[in-house]
T-cell receptor
Framework: DQQVKQNSPSLSVQEGRISILNCDYT??????FLWYKKYPAEGPTFLIS?????DKNEDGRFTVFLNKSAKHLSLHIVPSQPGDSAVYFC???????????FGTGTRLKVLA | DAGVIQSPRHEVTEMGQEVTLRCKPI?????LFWYRQTMMRGLELLIY????????DSGMPEDRFSAKMPNASFSTLKIQPSEPRDSAVYFC??????????????FGPGTRLTVL
């Protein structure tokens, strides 16, 4: 049973527009959430994280929003660039445990 | 820093053979994780170690899988005997509790395993 779900396996966006990637989780105990980006033939790399005490965290073009009541988080990329084309994984868990549950990933394609 | 190193990068073997995957974590990191990536299930945590001690192996699919960390700079994931359904990309990641404000894990490039 998937505790972390990314229901969109793929997403295509025009360069310069906003990309919105979604993630849902089922365990209300989760208090730390991360997004990783993965290019082909490479390991995932950390992108951005958010603690449950916040509802938004921003880092340059990347913003993560957390809606605890809906158990939903989203990653916004503005503006999208062709180099953002990759698979994005969200992960959730309990802070300090170092154990995170990953989603199945969303493949983002940014069209030039 | 060389990052997390995994070997081999690709492994093709026949059903029933033993497979050993290797990982060298980032120096100074005290957590090590083994993940398996498949299309259907995404990234699954198999097992993780803290200071070379296995903490949680609840993700190990069955007794055919075993993992060891004999010292702080080396870990192995062994599958014996291997089966075609074990075909996947296996990632090793490491982390440090001293990384302030984040539980970031640093992933290796992965080992693509194909069992025929």
């Amino acid at each position: 049973d998937q505790q972390v779900k990314q229901n969109s396996p793929s997403l295509s966006v025009q360069e310069g527009r906003i990309s919105i990637l979604n993630c849902d989780y089922t365990n209300s105990m989760f208090d730390y959430f991360l997004w990783y980006k993965k290019y082909p033939a490479e390991g995932p790399t950390f992108l951005i994280s958010i603690s449950s005490i916040k509802d938004k965290n921003e880092d340059g073009r990347f913003t993560v929003f957390l809606n605890k009541s809906a158990k939903h988080l989203s990653l916004h990329i503005v503006p999208s660039q062709p180099g953002d084309s990759a698979v994005y994984f969200c992960a959730a868990g309990l802070s300090g445990t170092y154990k995170y549950i990953f989603g199945t990933g969303t493949r983002l394609k940014v069209l030039a | 820093d060389a990052g997390v190193i995994q070997s081999p990068r690709h492994e093709v073997t026949e059903m029933g053979q033993e497979v050993t995957l290797r990982c060298k974590p980032i120096s100074g990191h005290d957590y090590l994780f083994w993940y398996r990536q498949t299309m259907m299930r995404g990234l699954e945590l198999l097992i993780y170690f803290n200071n070379n001690v296995p903490i949680d192996d609840s993700g190990m699919p069955e007794d055919r899988f075993s993992a060891k960390m004999p010292n702080a700079s080396f870990s192995t994931l062994k599958i014996q005997p291997s089966e075609p359904r074990d075909s996947a990309v296996y990632f090793c990641a490491s982390s440090s509790h001293r990384t302030k404000g984040t539980d970031t894990q640093y992933f290796g490039p992965g080992t693509r395993l194909t069992v025929l």
